[in-house]
């Protein structure tokens, strides 16, 4: 039998992208292995640290070290995160962490963890690491199916958008067996190398397969066939985190809502306001955000529509000059319109919220399905077109706006009558059927017994790994 590690003698050490949508989840799985009472070690630029640490719960088991990013010509320097860099700068930033190495090898010698958890992208974590006789693990932030579909080692042969069409040999027989020529279009960005660099595809292949173990962000009961294809593709088990649903608010978050949310939602009745949001870093093209809007105008339903540019764009501009003229004017009444950031936790947590039409990024999803709001799914990128299908299709927990297989197009009639499926016609299919697979899967993430055991699983895991 293995020996077994106690909990405080395993050290952690946690090293996300450099992304807020990737750093995220690493500080949700360090907040519930440091409850756990691990010690864990959290890497992150400075400029980040102000924000990790208003959501790292800093107990004696958890630190924040800040790392120097190396300087890459063609990169600003003092922008620590993707929030505030074009996507050109993106990709410089990468390389920029390549040259971290020495740096990396100097911490790993100081700090001396068991393990390593850390951010595909960074795929000569395990060679420096395993000098050092550390184990690694690469998480996946990413849904079961999206890594299953797209990351797969046959993938490698894949160079045209006609090969994504189809899933790969040996995939899952779920809802799940091609998809669009749009979607596919946009998935050919993994495979494309920037600066002479290794592409997202070579990264995560590289880095999954020459680390210790694999971590993913779900769970069987949800993604259960996905997972066993990943463990079968890369010959090594697939450690779980769990969905990492957020701690709850207290009154579902509604207390922590500004008083400018609070009263403008007070004006509605119960489950009547559709609130859409895409997040920092998913953005709409202009004929999006019209025919968004014209959709939204047409529910006749109160809504708040949150839109957000790339770095560099004055945001304020471009709504007067992306939404349809007179559009502001017209929903006045029942509609607000808001760029920046939101809070979202609360806003879904309020009763009079009744409809949450969203890009389908996976922590979005958890926390949509966590409360009482049908889903609406709009994919605008990458691994949310996978995200929908598992939704709307696997789980049926949403209804997917309908869309124009070559380019994606949508129209505001599309918008409008999905908004209406999961709102107004809820006596019919799809609607009905949505409702009742949304409030099992609601019980099944807000069972903590449930959750907890997750990370128990895992903890446990890691402790017969040490040694």
């Given at each position: 039998?293995?020996?077994?590690?106690?909990?405080?003698?395993v050290?952690?050490?946690?090293?996300?992208?450099?992304?807020?949508?990737?750093?995220s989840?690493?500080?949700?799985?360090?907040?519930?292995?440091?409850?756990?009472?691990?010690?864990?070690?959290?890497?992150?630029?400075?400029?980040?640290?102000?924000?990790?640490?208003?959501?790292?719960?800093?107990?004696?088991?958890?630190?924040?070290?800040?790392?120097?990013?190396?300087?890459?010509?063609?990169?600003?320097?003092?922008?620590?995160?993707?929030?505030q860099?074009?996507?050109?700068?993106?990709?410089?930033?990468?390389?920029?962490?390549?040259?971290?190495?020495?740096?990396?090898?100097?911490?790993?010698?100081?700090?001396?963890?068991?393990?390593?958890?850390?951010?595909?992208l960074?795929?000569?974590?395990?060679?420096?690491?395993?000098?050092?006789?550390?184990?690694?693990?690469?998480?996946?932030?990413?849904?079961?199916?999206?890594?299953?579909?797209?990351?797969?080692?046959?993938?490698?042969?894949?160079?045209?958008?006609?090969?994504?069409?189809?899933?790969?040999?040996?995939?899952?027989?779920?809802?799940?067996?091609?998809?669009?020529?749009?979607?596919?279009?946009?998935?050919?960005?993994?495979?494309?190398?920037?600066?002479?660099?290794?592409?997202?595809?070579?990264?995560?292949?590289?880095?999954?397969?020459?680390?210790?173990?694999?971590?993913?962000?779900?769970?069987?009961?949800?993604?259960?066939?996905?997972?066993?294809?990943i463990?079968?593709?890369?010959?090594?088990?697939?450690?779980?985190?769990?969905?990492?649903?957020?701690?709850?608010?207290?009154?579902?978050?509604?207390?922590?809502?500004?008083?400018?949310?609070?009263k403008?939602?007070?004006?509605?009745?119960?489950k009547?306001?559709?609130?859409?949001?895409?997040?920092?870093?998913t953005?709409l093209?202009?004929?999006?955000i019209?025919?968004?809007?014209?959709?939204?105008?047409?529910?006749?339903?109160?809504?708040?529509?949150?839109?957000?540019?790339?770095?560099?764009?004055?945001?304020?501009?471009?709504?007067?000059?992306?939404?349809?003229?007179?559009?502001?004017?017209?929903?006045?009444?029942?509609?607000?319109?808001?760029t920046?950031?939101?809070?979202?936790?609360?806003?879904?947590?309020?009763?009079?919220?009744?409809?949450?039409?969203?890009?389908a990024?996976?922590?979005?999803?958890?926390?949509?399905?966590?409360?009482?709001?049908?889903?609406?799914?709009?994919?605008?990128?990458?691994?949310?077109?996978?995200?929908?299908?598992?939704?709307?299709?696997?789980?049926k927990?949403?209804?997917?706006?309908?869309?124009?297989?070559?380019?994606?197009?949508?129209?505001?009639?599309?918008?409008?009558?999905?908004?209406?499926?999961?709102?107004?016609?809820?006596?019919?299919?799809p609607?009905?059927?949505?409702?009742?697979?949304?409030?099992?899967?609601?019980?099944?993430?807000?069972?903590?017994?449930?959750?907890?055991?997750?990370?128990?699983?895992?903890?446990?895991?890691?402790?017969?790994?040490?040694?």
């Amino acid at each position: 039998m293995a020996a077994i590690a106690p909990e405080s003698e395993v050290h952690i050490v946690m090293f996300p992208w450099l992304a807020f949508g990737h750093i995220s989840p690493f500080v949700q799985l360090a907040n519930k292995l440091s409850s756990h009472g691990l010690k864990i070690s959290f890497l992150s630029a400075p400029g980040n640290i102000t924000r990790i640490q208003s959501s790292l719960l800093l107990t004696p088991s958890a630190q924040i070290i800040p790392i120097s990013i190396p300087p890459v010509d063609g990169l600003p320097p003092n922008l620590d995160s993707t929030a505030q860099m074009t996507p050109l700068m993106a990709e410089l930033l990468k390389k920029a962490l390549d040259l971290m190495q020495p740096q990396m090898n100097s911490l790993l010698i100081q700090l001396k963890p068991h393990f390593v958890i850390f951010d595909p992208l960074v795929n000569w974590v395990p060679k420096i690491a395993s000098q050092l006789g550390i184990k690694t693990i690469a998480f996946s932030v990413f849904s079961a199916i999206s890594f299953a579909y797209v990351m797969v080692p046959f993938r490698s042969q894949t160079a045209k958008s006609d090969d994504l069409l189809k899933s790969p040999p040996g995939f899952p027989s779920t809802s799940v067996t091609s998809i669009n020529r749009f979607e596919a279009q946009d998935l050919l960005y993994v495979y494309k190398k920037f600066y002479e660099g290794p592409s997202v595809y070579q990264r995560t292949v590289e880095a999954m397969s020459s680390s210790n173990a694999l971590i993913i962000k779900t769970c069987n009961e949800m993604e259960g066939a996905y997972l066993n294809f990943i463990g079968n593709q890369f010959g090594k088990k697939v450690l779980l985190t769990g969905p990492l649903v957020p701690d709850p608010e207290p009154d579902s978050g509604v207390n922590i809502l500004d008083e400018k949310w609070r009263k403008w939602l007070s004006q509605f009745s119960s489950k009547t306001v559709t609130f859409c949001s895409f997040g920092s870093e998913t953005f709409l093209k202009d004929e999006q955000i019209k025919e968004l809007a014209l959709g939204l105008e047409a529910t006749s339903l109160p809504f708040i529509l949150v839109l957000n540019f790339p770095a560099g764009i004055e945001a304020e501009e471009e709504l007067k000059r992306t939404l349809p003229e007179g559009f502001i004017e017209r929903v006045k009444e029942r509609g607000m319109v808001h760029t920046g950031w939101v809070q979202q936790k609360g806003i879904l947590g309020h009763e009079n919220v009744g409809c949450f039409l969203c890009h389908a990024g996976f922590s979005s999803l958890i926390e949509g399905i966590m409360n009482d709001c049908q889903i609406v799914l709009l994919p605008l990128k990458g691994d949310q077109f996978l995200n929908s299908r598992l939704i709307g299709g696997d789980l049926k927990v949403g209804v997917e706006v309908n869309r124009r297989d070559e380019d994606g197009y949508f129209g505001k009639l599309d918008v409008e009558e999905a908004v209406r499926k999961v709102t107004m016609d809820v006596e019919k299919e799809p609607g009905k059927s949505v409702r009742m697979n949304h409030e099992k899967w609601r019980e099944f993430l807000l069972n903590s017994d449930i959750q907890d055991k997750f990370i128990t699983d895992l903890v446990e895991d890691l402790k017969t790994r040490v040694y």
